[in-house]
C-alpha cells in the first residue's frame, strides 16, 4: 500500500554553486549582528549538520540520485557539508546539548535562480522538484496544514529550551490522538520533517515516558518504519504493548 | 470559517490585512488572549482560524498563506522563504516587533533594496492601513512601534521565566491597617501558659479526639542504594511532612523499610556470594545509615522479609482467594532442568528476538529496551548453569482488577475528592482506569519471596508488587502489636503515602484493589503525594555511568545534612522534573542560607547579646514594628496553609520570606546606630532588636521540619522555651511573642558557612561523569574505582609482598633500575588498593624521605 518514495519519478540532480553567506540582500542582510548561535554552546558546525543531515535525507528519500550541496548561514563563516562525513560524532556522545541544539539555517543555491534559504523552504522545494507535490497535501487546507507544522517544526521544536519540550510533546500526543498523520490521513512532508525534530527527544525518552505519548508514539513509530524515511537516523525503540509492569525493578 | 484575533497583536494584523487583501470571506471574532481556542495546546495562541472541516490553523503564516490561496494566488518559493525566516529568526528579536506586522506583502520582495523604504511602501498601501485602524486604532508607526514593544513576547519565547513567584509576589503585599493591629495584639497575647508538649512516647497509637496521621514513604528496594533522586521524593518529603506534623499537635506515624524480596535481590547474591538474607542485611544497614545521616526521623524503618510480612501477606491472600477475586491461569515459561527451576525474569539471558542483542535479559532488553516474554528468547542460557532451558507451561494467579474496577472507582472519587491527591497522582491514575484494568499476576516461579500458601501453587512466591505495598502493614506490625488500630481504621486514620510518579499506579490501583478485595475493613490511602523526577545536571542519575550524588556519597562532601536537605526541599520536583546544579547548590547556600536566613538570625542574636547583656530589652511597639509583625504573622499563615496541603517546596520559601523582611526591617532602623543615641532612640533600638528575635525564634520553629539540626542550634542559641513553636502552630498560625523582655539568651555563633567556588567546582568534577572515564580507565588497566572489598582484600595481600619484595632488593642493595621499577610496581599496586577501598585514587602526596 504505501510506495516507497524513491520508487517515484526520478530527477536529475541541481547543480550547485557555493554561496558567499552574507550577501548583500536576501534575509542574511536583516540578520541581527548578535546571532543567536554564538550564544550557545554547541559547536557550530555540529549545529549546522543537524538541517543538511536531514536535507540530504530527504534528498535520498525523494530519490534524488545526486545529492545537493548545501552551505549554512548564520556566522561569519559559511559551513560546507559533506553527507558522508563525520556521522558517529552526531549520535549520542552530546546528549544533552542535543536539546540546546539551534539550527543554523540552511542554503541551498540552484542553477535555476536566487539560493534558496530556510529548511522548510528548501525542502518543499526538493519536493516539488521530485514532482511529489501531494506530501504539501492535496487541498488547500490540508497544505495549509502542512505549513502549520513545518512551521511549528521551526519555531516551536528547533531551539526549544529543555523544560519546554514536555509540553510540546503533550501538545503533539494530543493533537495525534485522532489522526494518523499530521495532516490527518495522507502522508506528508510535515511528518518527515517532525519525525526529524523530534528525534532526538523520543532516542532520549524512557520507556515509560514513551507510553505515556502513546499517540506520538505511535506515529513516531509509524514514521521511522516508513518506507526510506529513517535514512540517516538511528531507530527508537517503540514498544506497542503497554507495559508499566517495570517500574519498580 | 471563523478567525479569532485578539487586539494589538502583531501576528493577527498581518491574517487580518491578507484577510483584507484577498477578501476571503469568514467571520472575525475578537476573543481575549486568556483564552484557549485550540484543544491540543498548552498555550492560548492568536490568531486561530477555525477551517471549515473542522480543523484548526494557530499559526499566522499559513492562515495568511491559505487566504492567498484560496483567492487563487500563487505561493513561490521566495513567499515562503521569507516567511519562514520571519517565523524562525525575526520574531525571534523583540526590537523587530514591528515589522511582521508588514510583511505579508511579500509579493514587494523585489523592491526591497533597503529595509526603511519596503517599510514605508508597505505601510502605505491602504489595506494595511485599514488593518492596523482595526486592530489598534492608531496610525502613526511610532506609536504601533510603542504599543508592540509594550506587548509581551510572544509564549513560546518567553517561557523560561521562574515559575513560582507567588511567594515572592505575596510578600511584597500590603498590610491594611486592621491587619497591623490584629497582628500586634496577637502578638501581645505571649506564650500564656501553654503546657510543654509531651515527648514522643512509642508505640504511637491512634488516639480518639486527635488527627491521627499515618504517613509511609515508597520502600527503597534493597539492592541500590539510593540517590538524591529517590531521596528527594519520598524519605525526605515524608519526614517533613511527619515532623511538621509533631509541631501542629497531630498523632503521627511514620513508618518506612526495606523492601527485600525479589529476583534482583537473589542475583546480587550469587554476584556477592552470599545468601539473600545476607544481602538484605548488609544493604539494609546502608539504607538505615543514609537515612539517618539526612536526620530522617522514622517512627520505625523496618523491612520485608519479616515473619509478620508472611503472616499478614497470606492473610490478605486467602481473603482475596476465598472471595473469588484471584484466578488462575497457565503462563509459558522457561524451565532449567538442571537447576530444577523456573527461570523468572532476570535469571536466563538469550538473544533478544528483536535487536539480536546476545545478552538480553528474560524481562527487557538492555540494548533496545523492549519487554520480552522469556520464551521468546532466542538461544536462551540458564544464568545459573549455563545450560539450555526448556519451555514448561507453569500455572500463576492473577488478581482479578476488571471485578475491583467499579468498587476502586467508587472509593477513588470519594478519596480523591476529599483527599490530597498531587496532580500527577489523579492523572496516572485516571489514564490507568480510562485504558481499562486488566487482571495481574501476584506470582512468581521463585525462591525469594514471600511464600504462596496455596498448595497448588506450593515452591512459589508472591510477586513483589502485589507482596511490597504489604510492607507497610507488616513493617508497622513489627513495629507495634496493635498495628491494626492504624491500618484497619480508615474512620479515625488519614494515610499519607509518598512515593516518586512511577510508583503511583501500584498504590492507587494494585494495591487498593488488593485490599477493597480483601474486605478486611483496611485502611486505605486518602493523600497520595507524588513528585516528578530530579534531574543531575542536566542529564539522569545514573549509577552504572557514576553520574549524580548518591545517598552514601553526600556525607562525604563535607556539606552539612541540613544544608543538603534545605536544597533538596528547595528544588523539590513539586509539578515538574527540576536539576540538581552544583553551582545552584553553591548559590542558594551563599545567598538564602547564608546572607538571608543566617544573617538575619545572627545579627538579631549579637545585637541582643552585644547591646543588651544577652537579654531580650523592653520593647514598645509602634506601626512600623506591627507591620512587620502582620507581615511575618502572615507568611506563617501561608506556610501552615500549604503544608497543610504538602507544597513542601513552596511553603519553605515562606520562611525566606520573613528573613527577608527581618533583614530590611533591620537595615532600616539602624538598631547599632540607635543604640548610641538618647533613651528614645535607644528604647526604638531595644524594641528592634527584640522584635528581631523573637522573629528569629519563630523561624526556629519554622525551620524544624526542613532543617532540624540548624533549628535545634537555634532554640539553643536563644535558649527558646521548648512550648514555644506549639503555641504559634496553633490552628491557622499565630505569631506571638515568645521571648518576652529579660529573657536571658545564649551564646550566639554563625550557623551557616560560605560555600566556595573551588569546593563546589571539585565536587562536580567528583560527582559528573569523571567516573566514567575513571572506570573506562579501570577496565583497561583492572583499576576498580567503586569500593571492592573482594579485590581490597587480594590487593592489601599483594602490596604486602610487593613491599617484602621492595625491601629485600634494598637491602641486597640490587640495581637502582630494577629498585625503582619495583617500587613504581608497588605504588600502582597501592593506588588499585585505595580505588578498591573506595577512596580517591589519588596517590598521596610523596613523603620527603629525609628525616
Given at each position: 500500500m504505501q510506495k516507497t518514495l524513491s520508487e517515484s519519478k526520478r530527477c536529475s540532480p541541481i547543480t550547485v554553486k557555493s554561496l558567499p553567506v552574507r550577501s548583500n540582500h536576501g534575509p542574511a542582510a536583516l540578520q541581527s549582528p548578535s546571532n543567536r548561535a554564538e550564544q550557545r554552546s554547541c559547536p557550530q558546525w555540529?549545529?549546522?549538520?543537524?538541517?543538511?543531515?536531514?536535507?540530504?535525507?530527504?534528498?535520498?528519500?525523494?530519490?534524488?540520485?545526486?545529492?545537493?550541496?548545501?552551505?549554512?548561514?548564520?556566522?561569519?563563516?559559511?559551513?560546507?557539508?559533506?553527507?558522508?562525513?563525520?556521522?558517529?560524532?552526531?549520535?549520542?556522545?552530546?546528549?544533552?546539548?542535543?536539546?540546546?541544539m539551534l539550527q543554523q539555517t540552511p542554503i541551498l543555491q540552484s542553477n535555476k535562480g536566487a539560493p534558496l534559504i530556510g529548511l522548510v523552504t528548501i525542502a518543499s522545494h526538493l519536493v516539488q522538484e521530485a514532482a511529489q507535490p501531494e506530501l504539501l497535501g492535496r487541498t488547500a487546507e490540508q497544505r495549509a496544514v502542512v505549513r502549520q507544522w513545518l512551521e511549528y517544526r521551526v519555531t516551536q521544536l528547533d531551539g526549544c529550551p529543555k523544560e519546554d519540550i514536555r509540553s510540546i510533546l503533550k501538545e503533539l500526543n494530543q493533537y495525534l490522538e485522532d489522526k494518523v498523520y499530521l495532516a490527518g490521513s495522507d502522508f506528508t512532508l510535515a511528518d518527515i520533517l517532525l519525525y526529524y525534530g523530534v528525534h532526538h527527544i523520543m532516542a532520549d525518552l524512557s520507556v515509560q515516558e514513551k507510553e505515556q505519548h502513546m499517540n506520538l508514539s505511535r506515529w513516531f513509530d509509524h514514521i521511522q518504519h516508513y518506507p526510506g524515511i529513517r535514512q540517516h537516523l538511528p531507530l527508537v525503540v517503540v514498544l506497542r504493548n503497554r507495559l508499566y509492569t517495570g517500574g519498580h525493578h | 470559517m471563523k478567525l479569532f484575533v485578539s487586539d494589538g497583536n502583531p501576528h493577527c494584523l498581518k491574517v487580518l490585512a491578507v484577510a483584507e487583501l484577498t477578501g476571503v470571506k469568514c467571520d472575525i471574532c475578537h476573543a481575549s488572549d486568556d483564552e484557549r481556542l485550540v484543544p491540543f495546546l498548552s498555550h492560548p495562541v492568536r490568531p486561530v482560524l477555525l477551517l471549515p472541516c473542522g480543523q484548526h490553523l494557530f499559526k499566522a503564516n499559513p492562515i495568511c498563506l491559505y487566504f492567498l490561496e484560496v483567492s487563487?494566488?500563487?505561493?513561490?518559493?521566495?513567499?515562503?522563504?521569507?516567511?519562514?525566516?520571519?517565523?524562525?529568526?525575526?520574531?525571534?528579536?523583540?526590537?523587530?516587533?514591528?515589522?511582521?506586522?508588514?510583511?505579508?506583502?511579500?509579493?514587494?520582495?523585489?523592491?526591497?533594496?533597503?529595509?526603511?523604504?519596503?517599510?514605508?511602501?508597505?505601510?502605505?498601501?491602504?489595506?494595511?492601513?485599514?488593518?492596523?485602524?482595526?486592530?489598534?486604532?492608531?496610525k502613526s508607526l511610532e506609536s504601533l512601534k510603542r504599543f508592540l514593544q509594550k506587548q509581551p513576547l510572544p509564549p513560546a519565547r518567553c517561557r523560561n521565566a521562574p515559575l513560582c513567584n507567588r511567594a515572592e509576589e505575596d510578600a511584597e503585599r500590603e498590610m491594611t491597617d486592621e491587619e497591623i493591629q490584629a497582628a500586634g495584639a496577637t502578638w501581645s497575647r505571649g506564650l500564656a501558659d501553654r503546657p510543654t508538649p509531651a515527648e514522643r512516647r512509642h508505640p504511637i497509637l491512634p488516639q480518639e479526639g486527635k488527627r491521627n496521621v499515618l504517613i509511609t514513604s515508597a520502600l527503597p528496594y534493597v539492592n541500590n542504594v539510593p540517590h538524591l533522586g529517590n531521596i528527594i521524593g519520598c524519605v525526605l518529603s515524608a519526614d517533613v511532612f511527619a515532623r511538621y506534623g509533631r509541631l501542629r499537635g497531630w498523632n503521627a506515624l511514620f513508618v518506612c523499610g526495606t523492601d527485600e524480596y525479589g529476583t534482583a535481590t537473589e542475583n546480587k547474591a550469587r554476584e556477592e556470594g552470599l545468601s539473600p538474607q545476607e544481602i538484605c542485611d548488609k544493604y539494609h544497614a546502608v539504607h538505615a545509615s543514609i537515612y539517618k545521616w539526612f536526620q530522617i526521623d522514622f517512627d520505625h524503618f523496618g523491612r520485608t522479609t519479616t515473619e509478620k510480612q508472611t503472616e499478614i501477606?497470606?492473610?490478605?491472600?486467602?481473603?482475596?482467594?476465598?472471595?473469588?477475586?484471584?484466578?488462575?491461569?497457565?503462563?509459558?515459561?522457561?524451565?532449567?532442568?538442571n537447576c530444577q527451576r523456573f527461570l523468572a525474569d532476570r535469571f536466563v539471558e538469550g538473544i533478544c528476538p528483536n535487536c539480536r542483542y546476545p545478552e538480553a535479559r528474560g524481562d527487557q532488553c538492555d540494548k533496545c529496551g523492549r519487554l520480552i516474554n522469556a520464551v521468546e528468547l532466542k538461544d536462551p542460557q540458564c544464568k545459573v548453569c549455563k545450560r539450555t532451558p526448556v519451555v514448561r507451561s507453569s500455572a500463576h494467579l492473577f488478581l482479578d482488577l476488571p471485578k475491583l474496577e467499579s468498587q476502586l472507582e467508587q472509593w477513588l472519587e470519594q478519596s480523591m475528592s476529599t483527599g490530597n491527591w498531587t496532580s500527577n497522582a489523579r492523572h496516572i491514575t485516571r489514564s490507568w482506569l480510562r485504558d481499562g484494568l486488566k487482571p495481574r499476576c501476584i506470582t512468581r516461579d521463585l525462591r525469594w519471596g514471600t511464600p504462596v500458601p496455596h498448595p497448588d501453587f506450593s515452591g512459589k512466591v508472591f510477586y513483589v508488587w502485589f507482596d511490597a505495598p504489604i510492607g507497610y502493614l507488616s513493617i508497622t506490625a513489627s513495629y507495634t502489636d496493635e498495628w491494626e488500630k492504624w491500618w484497619k481504621n480508615p474512620e479515625k486514620v488519614e494515610l499519607y503515602n509518598f512515593m516518586a510518579k512511577d510508583n503511583v499506579p501500584f498504590h492507587s490501583v494494585v494495591f487498593p484493589?488488593?485490599?477493597?478485595?480483601?474486605?478486611?475493613?483496611?485502611?486505605?490511602?486518602?493523600?497520595?503525594?507524588?513528585?516528578?523526577?530530579?534531574?543531575?545536571?542536566?542529564t539522569k542519575f545514573s549509577k552504572s555511568r557514576g553520574v549524580g550524588v548518591f545517598g552514601d556519597m553526600a556525607k562525604d562532601t563535607d556539606i552539612p545534612s541540613d544544608v543538603w536537605r534545605f536544597y533538596l526541599l528547595y528544588l523539590r520536583p513539586e509539578g515538574q522534573d527540576s536539576a540538581f546544579s552544583w553551582a545552584d547548590m553553591a548559590l542558594k547556600n551563599n545567598s538564602e542560607l547564608l546572607n538571608n536566613l543566617g544573617n538575619f538570625i545572627n545579627r538579631a542574636g549579637m545585637f541582643a547579646s552585644k547591646f543588651f547583656e544577652g537579654r531580650v530589652p523592653q520593647m514598645e511597639l509602634q506601626q512600623e514594628d506591627k507591620r512587620l509583625l502582620a507581615q511575618v504573622g502572615f507568611e506563617l499563615r501561608q506556610y501552615i496553609q500549604l503544608l497543610d496541603r504538602v507544597r513542601i517546596r513552596d511553603a519553605l520559601k515562606c520562611i525566606l520570606n520573613i528573613s527577608r523582611h527581618g533583614n530590611q526591617y533591620i537595615q532600616v532602623n539602624e538598631p547599632w546606630k540607635k543604640i548610641k543615641g538618647g533613651d528614645e532612640d535607644r528604647l526604638r533600638a531595644g524594641t528592634v532588636t527584640g522584635v528581631s528575635v523573637n522573629v528569629a525564634c519563630l523561624l526556629s520553629a519554622m525551620l524544624r521540619p526542613y532543617m532540624p539540626a540548624v533549628s535545634a542550634t537555634i532554640r539553643e542559641q536563644l535558649c527558646a522555651p521548648a512550648n514555644c513553636a506549639d503555641a504559634m502552630f496553633q490552628g491557622a498560625g499565630s505569631f506571638?511573642?515568645?521571648?518576652?523582655?529579660?529573657?536571658?539568651?545564649?551564646?550566639?555563633?554563625?550557623?551557616f558557612q560560605k560555600l566556595e567556588a573551588e569546593q563546589i567546582e571539585s565536587l562536580k568534577r567528583r560527582f559528573g561523569g569523571q567516573q566514567v572515564s575513571a572506570r573506562r580507565f579501570s577496565f583497561l588497566g583492572g583499576l576498580p574505582t567503586s569500593a571492592n572489598p573482594e579485590r581490597a582484600k587480594q590487593l592489601l595481600q599483594e602490596v604486602a609482598e610487593q613491599g617484602d619484595r621492595v625491601r629485600a632488593?634494598?637491602?641486597?642493595?640490587?640495581?637502582?633500575?630494577?629498585?625503582?621499577?619495583?617500587?613504581?610496581k608497588l605504588l600502582q599496586l597501592k593506588k588499585q588498593l585505595a580505588a578498591a577501598e573506595g577512596k580517591n585514587p589519588e596517590p598521596s602526596p610523596q613523603k620527603g624521605k629525609k628525616k
Open positions: 555540529r549545529r549546522a549538520n543537524m538541517a543538511l543531515m536531514e536535507l540530504a535525507s530527504l534528498e535520498k528519500s525523494l530519490g534524488f540520485k545526486k545529492a545537493n550541496k548545501y552551505s549554512t548561514q548564520g556566522n561569519n563563516k559559511s559551513v560546507q557539508f559533506d553527507p558522508g562525513g563525520d556521522r558517529k560524532s552526531m549520535q549520542r556522545d552530546e546528549e544533552g546539548r542535543y536539546l540546546e | 487563487g494566488r500563487d505561493v513561490c518559493d521566495l513567499t515562503s522563504q521569507w516567511l519562514e525566516w520571519e517565523a524562525a529568526e525575526l520574531q525571534v528579536y523583540l526590537t523587530f516587533h514591528c515589522v511582521p506586522a508588514f510583511d505579508v506583502h511579500l509579493f514587494l520582495v523585489d523592491k526591497l533594496q533597503c529595509v526603511a523604504r519596503w517599510f514605508e511602501q508597505v505601510n502605505a498601501l491602504p489595506v494595511c492601513q485599514t488593518v492596523a485602524q482595526r486592530v489598534q486604532q492608531q501477606a497470606q492473610d490478605i491472600f486467602w481473603r482475596l482467594y476465598d472471595r473469588g477475586f484471584l484466578i488462575p491461569d497457565t503462563v509459558d515459561q522457561l524451565h532449567c532442568e484493589c488488593s485490599l477493597l478485595g480483601a474486605q478486611d475493613n483496611y485502611t486505605l490511602v486518602s493523600n497520595l503525594i507524588a513528585t516528578e523526577y530530579l534531574n543531575y545536571e542536566d506571638v511573642c515568645t521571648l518576652p523582655a529579660g529573657h536571658r539568651i545564649g551564646t550566639i555563633s554563625p550557623l632488593l634494598k637491602a641486597q642493595k640490587a640495581e637502582k633500575t630494577l629498585i625503582t621499577a619495583e617500587v613504581a
